[in-house]
T-cell receptor
Framework: AQKVTQAQTEISVVEKEDVTLDCVYE???????LFWYKQPPSGELVFLIR??????QNEISGRYSWNFQKSTSSFNFTITASQVVDSAVYFC?????????????FGQGTTLQVKP | EPEVTQTPSHQVTQMGQEVILRCVPI?????FYWYRQILGQKVEFLVS????????KSEIFDDQFSVERPDGSNFTLKIRSTKLEDSAMYFC???????????FGPGTRLTVL
């Protein structure tokens, strides 16, 4: 069965600290996609990144970086030099495009609070 | 940049009333979705829609729910007889191809009194 686990419910850091959000997934498919979405206090879901199961190369985008490791079924997200504007709920999600629909399975989310 | 839009942003209704939540997916997208997020909880899949029919639905999507694409642009979610536990944020999403990323609308907050 598909499952996404974000064990960290809440994380609080002080501005400029680095923070890593953990994501562990379960799937029987060999082809799948992993995503991170950000949900700021305003409530919308903002797409951050998508990785496919065949590409384990880590990715960096500005202060954001992602570490995908198939061996541990993890897709962790690191924010470097965090800022107050990074305060939000972050969701990791899994999709199996070979399935009927490619629906997203979300983790429980990690609430990140960045204090000034 | 194209975006998914949803109306209304907030809907308040009495228990037992019917509500229709509206979404306009990104033009030329083919796959449409509704998700639900109860306050403080994770985002849950409700239903997917492709080629003018439901392709998958979750256990949550019971007979009280229905979806429709009445024209070439709108995608609606109807709840026939709302219950208190239907109070949640409802997100619409769409994508172009099977392997594409889903893009979400801003959500409709439904409050059932």
């Amino acid at each position: 069965a598909q499952k996404v686990t974000q064990a960290q419910t809440e994380i609080s850091v002080v501005e400029k600290e680095d923070v890593t959000l953990d994501c562990v997934y379960e799937t029987r498919d060999t082809t799948y996609y992993l995503f991170w979405y950000k949900q700021p206090p305003s409530g919308e879901l903002v797409f951050l990144i998508r990785r496919n199961s065949f590409d384990e190369q880590n990715e960096i985008s500005g202060r954001y970086s992602w570490n995908f490791q198939k061996s541990t079924s993890s897709f962790n997200f690191t924010i470097t030099a965090s800022q107050v504007v990074d305060s939000a709920v972050y969701f990791c999600a899994l999709s199996e495009p070979t399935s009927n629909t490619g629906k997203l399975i979300f983790g429980q989310g990690t609430t990140l609070q960045v204090k000034p | 940049e194209p975006e998914v839009t949803q109306t209304p942003s907030h809907q308040v209704t009495q228990m037992g009333q019917e509500v229709i939540l509206r979404c306009v997916p990104i033009s030329n997208h083919l796959y449409f979705y509704w998700y639900r997020q109860i306050l403080g909880q994770k985002v849950e899949f409700l239903v997917s829609f492709y080629n003018n029919e439901i392709s998958e639905k979750s256990e949550i999507f019971d007979d009280q729910f229905s979806v429709e694409r009445p024209d070439g642009s709108n995608f609606t979610l109807k709840i026939r007889s709302t219950k208190l536990e239907d109070s949640a944020m409802y997100f619409c999403a769409s994508k172009g191809r099977a392997t594409d990323t889903q893009y979400f609308g801003p959500g409709t907050r439904l409050t059932v009194l």
